[in-house]
């Protein structure tokens, strides 16, 4: 059953069509090609729980659901990983992912 999940970071959205049994790390893979940026310099963290999502799980195994809200952090130059920085409330630059 395919779903679609909103990934969000700073004033961009991304819709993100996807299966519940898909990894994250492959979740990420698709983002990378948007946000130029490897798998492994990226966190999600499901915004209903701000639990960080473990690569080596399917997104039904870790309760994200259809039109679930994840947040995107990037890992810095110095090794730590970005705050959550999301606009939930205002005009956002929005993509559209196929998983096809």
């Known amino acids: ?17 996807c299966d519940p049994s898909d990894t994250v790390l492959n979740l990420k893979t698709k983002l990378s090609c948007l946000t130029e940026t490897p798998p492994n310099n990226q966190r999600l963290i ?9 690569d ?12 679930a809200i994840l947040a995107l952090t990037l890992r810095k130059r110095d090794g730590y990983w970005e705050d ?15 998983s096809n």
Not at 4 to 10: A, L, S
Not at 84 to 98: P, R
């Open 1 to 17: 059953m395919a779903m679609y999940i909103r990934v969000k970071r700073k004033r961009t959205t991304y819709f993100v069509h």
């Open 84 to 98: 959550i920085d999301i606009d939930m409330y205002n005009g956002h630059n929005v993509f559209d992912v196929d």
């Open 56 to 67: 080596g799980r399917t997104l039904a195994q870790q309760q994200v659901e259809n039109n």
């Open 46 to 54: 499901l915004m209903d729980s701000y639990h960080v999502l473990d």
